[in-house]
Every structure is written in C-alpha cells, then in structure tokens.
C-alpha cells in the first residue's frame, strides 16, 4: 500500500495536469487573442485557426523551460522522493483551484505567477519541517532548500515585465499614432511596406529565431545562427518589406492584416513555448521523479531527489498531447470568453459599459496624470502641440457603439498590430533567457499602455479604466500571496495523512470545479435570459417595438421582488429580503446602463425619427421611478427585520396581500399586452388606475384609525405607511408609463 501510494498519486497529477491546461488556458490563452479580437480586421475562425496551429509549433519551443518546475524554485537534491511527491501535488492542488476561481469572476491573472509562488509556499513549508526535526538546523539554513537566487531572479523578472510593458507598449503606440493617425488608411498606403517589415522582421526574429534556442535541435544550427544574426536581421527586413509592398499592390489590401495573423501565430507560439511549464511541468517532473525512484529499490523516505538536478530530454509526445488539450480548450472555453471581454473593454477606444466602479486610487492616479499632462502640454510650442492633436483626430463617425459585446471593434488595427510586436518580442526575449515571464502581464500591460498611449482613457471614461486595471493588478498580488499560503497548507495537510488528506483534497477540487462551472453557467443564462436590451432602431416606431420587451422584463421582476419582500416580511427571513434587495439593486444597474446608452441612441436616430429620443428618455425616466420605489421598500424592509423591530400586524399583512393580489392581475394583463404588441388595448389597462390607487388610499385609512386606537409600536407603523405610499407610486409610474406608450402608439 505505501508502494501504491504513490503510483495513484501520479496518476492523480497526470489527471490533474489535463485539468490545469484546461483553467489555465481559459485564464491566460486567450490574451494573446484580444488584439486581433479586439480589431474585428480578421473572422474569428480565421484567429482561432491560426492561433491554433501557433500553439502546436509553440510546445515543440516549451522543452526547454520545463527544467523551473524541476529545480527553478528549490533545490531537488536536498528532498526525499516522499516529500517531493507531496510538493508537487500540493502545487497543483492549489494552482487549479486558484485559477478557476479567477476565472470564475471574469478577471485575467497570471499562470507564471501561481506556479512559481505554489512551489515556493510548498517547498518553504516542507523546508520548515525538516528543519523543525533535525537538532543541528535553524531556519536561517532554509537557503540550503530554496533556490533563493533563482526564485529572486523570476520573482523580480516578473515584476519588472509589468512596468517594462507598459512603458515600451506605450512609447510604440505613441510613435505608431503620430506618423499613422487615426485616419491612417491613406499613410498605410505610403508607408505600409516599411511598418510591415520593421513589424514583420522583429516578430519572425525574436519567435522564429531566438525562440529555436529553447528546442533541442537548437545546437545543429547555432553555429551558422550564432555569428550572423546581423546578417539574417537584415536579409529578413529587405525580403520582408518587399514582400510587404508586393502584398498591398497585389491583394489592395492593408499590410497589418498579415501583421495581425503573424503577430497571433507568433505571440500563440510564444505563450504555448512560455506557458506550457506552468499546466504540466509539475506532473511531468514528478513522473521523472517515480522513474528515478522505482527502479532504485531505496524506501520512498530515503531516496535523494538528486536526479532532478539533470537535464531530462523532452516528452515530444505528451507535448504534443498538451497542445491538442490547450488548443480545443481555447475553442470551446465559456470562460476564456468571460476574461477576454475584460481586457477588451479596458482597452476599447470608445466609451464602453465600464465593468469596475472609479476608486480612491483610480480618482488619485488620473487627476493627477491629467494636471501633469496639462503642465507638460504648456511647455510644447504650441505649433508643434497642433501637430500633436491633428494627429489623435479621430473620425467623427468611428464604432458611434456602447456594445461591449467581441461582435463590435474595440481599436483599429494600427493598436492591435502594436500590441502583437510588442509583446510577442518581449515574451520571446525571456523565453530565449529561460525566464518565466508571466504572459498575462506582458498582454495586459502592453494593452493598457498603448490605450493610454491612443487616448483610450479620456474624460469620459479615464476613472472606470484605470479602476479596472487597478483590480486587475491587486489580483495578481492577491494571486501570488493566495498561491504561497494555500500551497503550504496542503503541504501540511498531506503530510500530516497523505492516506486519507489525498482523497479527501481531490473530492473537495473536483466539487468545487464543479461548482464554480455550474454557477458560471448559471450566471451567464441569468444574463442572457434577464437583461434589459438596449433599442437599437433608427425610427419611433422601432423604439417602441423594441422597448416593448424590457417592459415586460420590468413589470414580471417587479412583480416578483414584491412578492418576495411580503414572504421575507411575513416569515422575518432577512435572506428572503437580502435576495430581494439584490434583484432591486441590479434592476437598477440595468435601468442606468439603458440611460447611459441615450448618447449613442440620439446619434443613430434619423433626423426625421428625433421623437424617438424624447418617448425613450420619457419611459426610461417612468422605470427609474418603479426601480426607486422598489429599493426603497427593499431598502426599509431589510432594515426593520435585521434590526429585530415588530412584525407587522396580521390585518397589516391581510391588506397587503390584497394589494399585491391586485397588482398581480393587472401587471398579468400588462405582459400579455406587451408581449402580443397589441398596444391598442393599453387604455382598458390605464382605465384601472382609480381603482387600484382608491384601494391603497383606503388602506392607509384603516392604518390611520388603527394607529389611533390600537398601534404601540412606531416603526412598525412607519414601514407600513412606507410601504403603501412607495407602492401608491409604483402604480403611478406603471400607468404613466402606459399612457406614454399610448399616446405615442397612436401618433
């Protein structure tokens, strides 16, 4: 059994491994699609072809960075195969776990950093131990275990990646957007060839050739690569640009389309070569692990992991394995799509429905950047300051959109060009240098300098964006402490019963993947099914065709979140009115996302149709006022049965049951009429707003007299009277909607 143990522990990480290529690629894959996403100058079957075939090349590249799992973080030599075995399958544990978690929440992080901080928390608490018993060790000796320069040097390399990448994406866009503009159609014909072969030679010479130093075939040709890079950089560039210059007069077509399709295939091939290590490198390692040890004969507890330390010739098979998981996971991945649309959105050109609330820190950082700006602008000439702008003119008639959705254009495609360069260069650097630099921060960052280069973040938009990169960067921080903790303390639970904490970890990974895809799926078909959709007709007619739907979204939650508010009062369940109040919250947030979008709406109207802004500001105003009215009631139930105050009286109860049962009926009618489009038989509907508002004027009658004679407790008074007035003007908003829509029908 003690043999077995670890036999079932390595199937276990074999398992495992396929399931770290799956979260890891949903979370880091597909940064390397966004740019060419993001500029809608490609099909997307056509990216995701070409991406694909990228990553197959690319984990023939990766054989070479598998030696940081095996011995880049800690010292193999100064483990036994036992304690070995249980850092790598605490690492793994932990690595999934983490980032299906961030996947779930839609926020990219970053594969490297979870590796390397998963084998550094395991093997710091494993080093601890052994110290703890041996009688000649401290812990100042914990250097003996830790490959303490190694890890300082990936650690800061990581780091350093974040600020080199924005800096670099940055200053390249800048450049790019002053000789190209955004009118650059015309410049692209003059100078297309030779931004495509810069473009073109500095991709294919970082990933072509200082990529092959990771294979092992890298020494048949080093020889005549070695002494004549000079020589090919510049034989590249002339065939290059000529090839660049033949393809726009033949094809009539813009040269970074090929830019973009080779940028792809190259920053795909650079984050499968870079990548890989972190989704199978510690399963690979510890099957050269059991290989070393179950031919030696020597008890698992004795065994010296010394093996490690050598060079261990690449798996081409399981490689290859790897790649076609990767590459369907890329493919059929809910999730990846989920992370995408956040990159995206912080990067899009126009203004968008911003994902992150403005914070202390995103308001700090922008006021001043753009007091610095103006100071900066002060001191250029001011002939030279005109040249500058005319060169950020955009095109008043460029993506007039608030759709975030990937079917709309995010940036044109002299930024997503820019992104694919830049940051395939520097992946491909550290890759050559065995560094493994964290892809999601190059892609990310590179992306957040060239917006901010391309003044993606203006006025309108500056506070959310930077907002939502400084979530995304505390996540990472989040990412390497969470890694570091959560690692060691499996590491301490396996070792504590590796017999039953073994099962036990696996169940709890495999239900809790299995929870947070349920909920994601749950979350997405809630989106789907229940947002209010945005009108996108150009005619008042359209509008009030399209409208039709969210009134009939409105009123059925309506009626829901008030019967839900009477069960939670009825039963004093505050969970019941905590969910109510989180419907009310998000109604809300949906009614504001509709207002945010009448810019874009007045825009596409045609000039004879300009009645159609006036009936849509007027219904969106009426929906405000039920969503107003709703949180308020929310709000005061919640707050009257947390607080342990009275319940309210059976005849309280009794009334406003009687409401709710009235109003039932008529928004019942509401959504018949609504949903059928028969807009004539609004009146019958209007023709009941006497009697239902008479009927809540006679309740708050009867609560008077009651208060009078019988009453002891003043809240319990003051929420019901809260009650029947918000509800009084719920009826209110609903009819003078109806009648709007009446009134406009009938013109």
Excluded: C
């Excluded at 810069?198 to 990529?211: E, M």
């Excluded at 078909?525 to 739907?549: C, H, M, N, P, Y």
């Amino acid at each position: 059994m003690m043999d077995n143990i670890y036999l079932y522990m390595l199937i276990a990480l074999a398992a495992l491994a396929v399931l770290d290529i799956v979260v890891g690629v949903s979370n880091d894959a597909i940064n390397f699609l966004n740019s060419a996403i993001g500029s809608k100058a490609i099909s997307l079957k056509t990216i995701m072809i070409v991406a694909s075939v990228g990553i197959f090349v690319g984990a023939i590249f990766s054989s070479g960075m598998m030696e940081v799992a095996r011995k880049g973080i800690f010292n193999p030599g100064e483990f036994y195969f036992d304690e070995i075995m249980i850092i790598f399958m605490a690492v793994i544990i932990t690595d999934i776990l983490l980032l299906d978690f961030f996947n779930t929440l839609g926020l990219p992080t970053s594969t490297t950093v979870s590796i390397v901080f998963t084998l550094l928390g395991a093997s710091v608490v494993m080093s601890i131990f052994k110290i703890l018993e041996s009688d000649t060790e401290t812990l100042v000796d914990i250097g003996r275990y830790i490959n303490t320069d190694k890890a300082i040097t990936i650690i800061s390399g990581i780091l350093l990646s974040v600020v080199i990448s924005f800096s670099v994406g940055a200053f390249v866009q800048y450049i790019s957007r002053l000789v190209f503009t955004f009118q650059f159609e015309k410049k692209i014909k003059n100078f297309g060839a030779l931004f495509g072969g810069i473009a073109l030679t500095s991709i294919t010479y970082f990933i072509f050739i200082k990529g092959l130093q990771g294979t092992p075939f890298y020494s048949e040709i080093s020889g005549l690569l070695k002494n004549n890079e000079i020589v090919l950089v510049v034989i590249s560039f002339i065939i290059l640009t000529a090839f660049s210059y033949l393809f726009q007069k033949i094809s009539e077509k813009s040269i970074l389309i090929v830019v973009i399709l080779v940028g792809t295939f190259g920053l795909a091939l650079a984050f499968s070569g870079n990548d890989l290590v972190n989704f199978i490198g510690v399963s690979m390692a510890a099957y050269h692990s059991y290989e070393a040890w179950s031919v030696s004969g020597i008890d698992a507890s004795l065994f010296s992991m010394e093996s490690l330390d050598k060079k261990v010739p690449a798996e081409p098979f399981l490689l290859f394995i790897a790649g076609g998981i990767m590459v369907v996971t890329l493919w059929f991945s809910k999730k990846a799509k989920t992370v995408a649309e956040t990159e995206i959105g912080l990067s899009r050109q126009n203004d968008t429905h911003e994902k992150f609330n403005p914070n202390f820190f995103s308001r700090g950082i922008v006021n001043f950047f753009f007091k610095s700006s103006s100071v900066i602008g002060s001191l250029i000439p001011e002939s030279t300051h005109k040249k500058i702008e005319k060169s950020f003119e955009r095109n008043s008639n460029f993506m007039i959109s608030k759709d975030q959705s990937l079917d709309a254009p995010a940036f044109d495609m002299i930024r997503a060009s820019v992104n694919l360069m830049v940051a395939g260069i520097l992946i491909s650097i550290a890759t050559a240098m065995k560094l493994p630099l964290s892809t999601t921060y190059v892609t990310f960052m590179v992306a957040m300098g060239t917006s901010l280069a391309d003044r993606a973040w203006g006025r309108e938009s500056a506070v959310y964006r930077v907002a939502g990169v400084v979530n995304v960067i505390g996540g990472w921080f989040l990412t390497a402490f969470a890694a570091f903790v959560a690692s060691g303390i499996v590491v301490f639970l396996i070792r504590w019963d590796k017999f039953t904490m073994i099962p036990v970890l696996l169940l709890v990974t495999i239900l809790l993947l299995a929870r947070n895809f349920l909920q994601h799926k749950k979350k997405t078909t809630q989106v789907t099914q229940r947002e209010l959709k945005k009108s996108e007709s150009s005619t008042v007619q359209g509008i009030i065709f399209e409208s039709a739907d969210n009134i009939v979204n409105v009123i059925s939650r309506t009626n829901k979140i008030y019967a839900n508010f009477l069960k939670g009062l009825s039963t004093q369940n505050v969970d019941t009115l905590k969910k109510s109040k989180k419907g009310v919250e998000k109604l809300e947030s949906e009614i504001e996302e509709l207002r945010d979008n009448i810019f874009y709406l007045i825009k596409s109207l045609d000039e004879t149709s300009v009645r159609g802004s006036n009936f849509y500001i007027i219904i969106l105003a009426y929906l405000t006022d039920i969503a107003q009215s709703l949180e308020f009631i929310s709000r005061k139930s919640y707050k009257h049965v947390r607080n342990q105050h009275e319940k309210l009286k059976f005849n309280q109860f009794k009334d406003l049951k009687e409401i709710n049962d009235r109003l039932e009926l008529l928004y019942a009618e509401i959504i018949e009429v609504f949903s059928s489009r028969k807009f004539e038989r609004v009146s019958f509907l209007t023709a009941q707003k006497q009697e239902i508002v008479d009927m809540i004027s006679e309740k708050i009658n009867k609560q008077i007299e009651r208060t009078r004679k019988e009453e002891s407790s003043p809240k319990n008074t003051t929420l019901y009277f809260n009650i029947l007035l918000e509800t009084k003007d719920i009826v209110k908003s609903v009819m003078n909607l109806l009648n709007e829509y009446y009134t406009s029908y009938k013109k």
